[in-house]
């Protein structure tokens, strides 16, 4: 076996605990994961754009779920399911289903009185279900999911998450690094990015 400096990325093997509730049983590295999980998350879009159809509530519990489940179903047994253990990210798993609620509750209120511009409200959605953490993974690539639906639903284009204008490696660190600031208030980052 290599050591891990020698290790190319993407065969990093999974640990136990990473593992723990994976349905293909052949997945054995990271690479493998993104893989399969890239895979399903392809197939959400079918999903997503159905519940547009019949007119589901993005900003909603029920999307949500629905949404991650349709992203990680073939991937995890517990895709749509919110976690029950403490993350060093995240509120605590008690307190999932009341901020979820807060934030929907939220996010209409700004629609209905135009707090804020359409993509103002998508970016402060995507933002604050990051901040919660609902589930076990998959929180940051469904909550962009969700805040695209949401800019659809309302008649605006999505967002374009960086990637007109950042060079493609540098993307996950500028966004992390935009997630970071709105953390601390300062959504000026992360508005730049999700255009850029």
């Known amino acids: 076996m290599q050591a891990n400096d020698e290790i190319e990325d ?7 605990d990473e593992a723990h509730g994976l349905i293909p049983n052949w997945v054995a590295t990271r690479g493998d994961l993104n893989e399969v999980e890239n895979e399903n998350i392809n197939l959400a879009y079918a999903w997503a754009d159905n519940a547009l159809r019949r007119r589901e509530e993005v900003a909603s519990d029920q ?7 349709a992203m990680f179903g ?3 047994t517990w895709a749509g399911t919110y976690r029950n253990t403490e993350r060093n990210i995240g509120v605590a798993p008690h307190q999932i289903s009341t901020q979820l609620r807060q934030l929907f509750d939220d996010t209409h209120a700004w629609r209905e009185f135009n707090t804020y511009a359409m993509d103002e409200q998508a970016y402060r959605l995507h933002h604050r279900l990051t901040a919660i ?5 998959g929180n940051g690539r469904s909550s962009r999911l969700m805040a695209d639906y949401y800019l659809t639903q309302n008649g605006a284009a999505p967002f374009t998450w960086g990637v ?3 060079q ?18 300062n959504y000026a980052p992360l508005a730049g990015f999700v255009r850029g």
């Open 168 to 185: 493609p490696n540098h993307v996950r660190r500028t966004y992390l690094e935009a997630i970071r600031e709105a953390d601390s208030g």
């Open 164 to 166: 007109r204008r950042i």
């Open 133 to 137: 953490h609902p589930f076990p993974n």
């Open 63 to 69: 999307f949500l779920r629905g949404l991650h489940t």
């Open 74 to 76: 073939l991937v995890w």
């Open 10 to 16: 993407g065969q990093t093997p999974l640990d136990p």
